[in-house]
């Protein structure tokens, strides 16, 4: 297993839309295992591949260090089949550290996929889970956090995140 670097905001391939898994293969298996490892490392609730650098539909989520026992999610080609609801939370991403934004998401969803074993799976969930699906869904669409909120707010936030890179720069 090996730490993967995360890619962060703006890199290019954080807004590049991911490619369905065609065969979960021993390559496959191997990212999903360091997938797991960064995203521990990192204390996150869910990492996508695209935030690695790879543009497969291949996310891992783990939500216990927020909320109660959870058991380890990986999910492959994750489709949203059904959302109800809208709930407004603050969300953070490891791809744009630093920063916590206040979201508008569904309320509810109803996702389905494949697990690690190829085997299809369904998850029916709200609150915290259900707000992590939808992050990671969307970074497999090439969306960040950035890109739902509103336009004003947006370019506000990328001239602040361009001058606190500037001075992380700067000050080395
Ligand atoms: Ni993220």
Redesign the pocket.
């Known amino acids: 297993m090996a730490l993967l670097e995360i890619k962060k905001y703006p890199e290019k391939i954080l807004k590049e839309k991911a490619a369905y898994v065609e065969s979960i293969d021993s390559d496959i298996q191997r990212l999903i295992d360091d997938m797991v490892e960064t995203m521990y490392a990192a204390r996150g609730v869910g990492l996508a591949a695209n935030?690695v650098g790879v543009l497969k539909r291949l996310c891992v989520i783990d939500t216990s260090i927020r909320e109660e026992e959870r058991p380890l999610i990986v999910l492959i080609n994750p489709v949203i089949i059904e959302k109800e609801g809208i709930e407004e939370a603050k969300e953070g991403?490891?791809?744009v550290p630093g920063y916590i934004l206040t979201l508008k998401r569904s309320a509810k969803v109803y996702v389905k996929g494949l697990n690690r074993e190829g085997k299809p799976i369904e998850i029916e969930t709200r609150g915290l889970l259900s707000r992590v699906l939808q992050?990671e869904i969307d970074?497999l669409d090439g969306l960040l956090i950035i890109d739902r909120i509103n336009p004003i707010k947006r370019e506000f936030f990328k001239k602040r995140y361009k001058k606190s890179l500037k001075t992380a720069t700067s000050s080395k």
């Open positions: 935030q991403c490891l791809s992050h970074h």
